[in-house]
C-alpha cells in the first residue's frame, strides 16, 4: 500500500511545477521528504531480508562446492571421540531440502521485521550472532584444511550482512 500526501497542486499524475510530494507513506515504514530527522524505512526489515539472502547464497555455494564431503567426515570423526554430541550426517536430499525450507521459513518471516515485532528482534540477535560464527567457522576450517572449505567465498556476504542486521537492530532500540 502507497499513499501520497502533496501540497501546491493537484494529486495524481499531473503535477505542477509548483506541487511539492510532502511524504510518502509506504507498508514498511514512513518517510518524510520534507523533514529529514523524520526519515525513516525500517532498516531492521531489510537488513534481515539481505541477512536471508546472503544465507541463500551462502547455502548455494556449499551446495555447489561440496560442503557434505567435508562436514559428514568430520562429524564422524568427531562423534567417535566425542559421542555425546549429537552431530548428524546428511544425505544431499536430505541437507538441502532442509535448508531450503528453513530459508523458506526466514524469508516469511520478513514482514514481522518490518513491522519491527519484538521476539523478532530477540530472535534477529540470535540469528545474526549465529551466522557471524558460520562464516568465520568457514574462515578457520580453510585454514585448518590448508584449502578453501565449501562456503568460504560467500562467508565473506554472510557476516557482513550479520552485522549490518546487529547494527540496524542497536539504532532500532535508540529509537524506541
Known sequence: MISCTVVGGQSGLELNNQAKIKSINLYMGDVDLMNPKRRFVSHFGISWVILCLALAVHVADEAVNGFLSVYNPAAARIKEHLPFLPLPEFEF?????????????????????????????YFSYIFGILMI??????????IYLGRPMPGVYSSPFLIGASIYLLLSLRRLKKKI
Request: hydrophobic content about 65%; glycine content about 12%; proline content about 3%.
Open 93 to 121: 536430499g536430505v541437507w538441502i531440502g532442509g535448508l531450503i525450507l528453513a530459508l523458506m521459513i526466514l524469508l516469511f518471516l520478513s514482514p514481522l521485521a518490518f513491522r519491527q515485532v519484538k521476539w523478532m528482534r
Open 133 to 142: 560464527f558460520n562464516g568465520i567457522i568457514h574462515f578457520a576450517g580453510s
